[in-house]
């Protein structure tokens, strides 16, 4: 079971856009997340459960002294001490142990669900990261762009060929693009916040975002059972197995316990007559047997156990349709990012001709810098566009490693 996790877990790290430095965070979140450090404890606590159920019952030791003596031929008896075991029924504490186990099993699950959705989280967080550190460099190149612009402009201004009003407006939309850039830098250090919190480290630290991220040539193809072996699912089928052990548990606790055990009791040695076994001290030892006669607890259980089969296996069909709808939203939108991503790449090297058209003209003295304005505004348009495909694309594959085993 183990093995078989483990390897879905690794499985998370391939990905053709995970880099060296969203890799080392990753190894950092799943060694430092408090969430995660909390599982690991509670699934150690549940494996010792293992230890504590393979015990007896309690140890009976009793005493007594005989306020008023009983007189018997050999003496008068003097006190009673007695010690008495019982013990389960063959196969109990075996049974005890299957149960613990398994449920220490549907823990172990959840750890690995933790895991992966902290991969998920901490990839999701990063490509943000790197959109919006993309976006602010596109805005800082359209800045410069556009005091290029201006000096154009101002120059025209003295020539004639252009009016006041045209810098003006160049000046506005630099102004406009400033304050979005700002708000992004806002935006970026409250989401490198959340990452670093993430990893469970100073919010303060730097993070190392790359530069640029490219789609991949093709689209990694995902199997039709891709979701079988889904964490998610195993937890209902771990559950399902801890309800069948407790059912054979209820059975064997149902069963009669053994009791073995031995009294003693000292005699006084009588004074008024001699014979062979004066004063003999006596032992009786003890076998005895608890039966659930007149407890309904154990049908009871049964009973339960049975409605909780039949919940798990309702349980774990709806998860299965919610997991298989989300993969197949991801998949489309994962494929609509990758068109879109397309189509802008398109549309960019379009409205670079026509600026490239623009600057042309304007050595004629022809240039309209309302139309220099409104192809910029295309421009940026289009790079945004395109960096939140690349963004939406990456993330999409993030959600699809998470419920595939891609």
């Known amino acids: 079971m183990k093995k078989v996790i483990q390897i879905l877990v690794g499985i998370v790290f391939i ?12 190894e950092q979140g799943l060694m430092n997340n408090p969430e995660i450090q909390a599982l690991e404890i509670r699934y150690t606590i549940a494996t010792e459960k293992v230890n504590e159920v393979n015990t007896l019952p309690n140890t009976e030791f009793s005493a007594g002294y005989f306020a008023s003596e009983t007189e018997t031929r050999t003496g008068a008896q003097k006190a009673r001490f007695g010690v008495k075991q019982m013990l389960p029924w063959f196969g109990t504490i075996t049974a005890r142990e299957n149960y613990a186990g398994s449920m220490a ?41 556009l005091m290029t612009y ?63 991220f490219t789609l991949p040539k093709e689209d990694g193809l995902i199997a039709s059972d891709s979701l079988r072996l889904h964490p998610e699912l195993l937890k209902y089928d ?29 005699v006084a040695e009588r004074t008024d007559v001699l014979f062979m076994d004066n004063g003999k001290d006596m032992v009786m030892p003890m076998v005895s047997v ?42 489309s939108k994962r494929n609509s990012a990758r068109i879109r991503f397309v189509s802008q790449s398109e549309n960019l090297k379009k409205a670079g001709n026509a600026e490239e058209i623009l600057i ?22 289009f790079q945004m566009n395109q960096i939140e495909a690349v963004n939406s694309y990456y993330n999409q594959m993030a959600i699809i490693n998470y419920l595939s085993n891609l």
């Open 360 to 381: 042309k003209n304007y050595e004629t003295g022809t240039i309209d810098f309302n139309d220099v304005l409104d192809i910029q505004e295309l421009q940026l348009k």
């Open 290 to 331: 608890s039966v659930p006669i007149f407890n309904n607890k154990y049908s009871s259980l049964g009973k339960q156990n049975a409605l909780r089969k039949k919940e798990l296996e309702a349980m774990r069909k709806e998860r299965y349709n919610a997991l298989k709808t989300q993969l197949a939203e991801a998949v």
């Open 105 to 145: 099993e549907a823990d172990y699950v959840d750890l690995v669900i933790a895991k992966r959705k902290l991969t998920l989280g901490i990839s999701q967080a990063y490509y943000r990261l790197y959109a919006i550190n993309a976006a602010s460099k596109v805005l800082e190149e359209n800045v410069e762009l």
């Open 238 to 266: 771990k559950l399902y197995e801890s309800v069948l052990k407790d059912d054979l548990l209820v059975k064997k606790e149902a069963s009669p316990m053994l009791g073995i055990g031995v009294d003693y009791v000292p």
């Open 15 to 26: 990905n053709i856009g995970y880099t060296q430095q969203l890799e080392s965070l990753l």
């Open 150 to 212: 201006e000096q154009l402009a101002l120059k025209g201004v003295e020539g004639g060929m252009t009016s006041a009003v045209d810098v003006l407006q160049l000046q506005i939309r630099q102004n406009e693009l400033v304050e979005q850039l700002k708000v992004l830098q806002q935006r970026y250090l409250a989401e490198e916040s959340g990452l670093n919190n993430l990893l469970n480290r100073d919010e303060n630290i730097p993070i190392s975002i790359l530069d640029t």
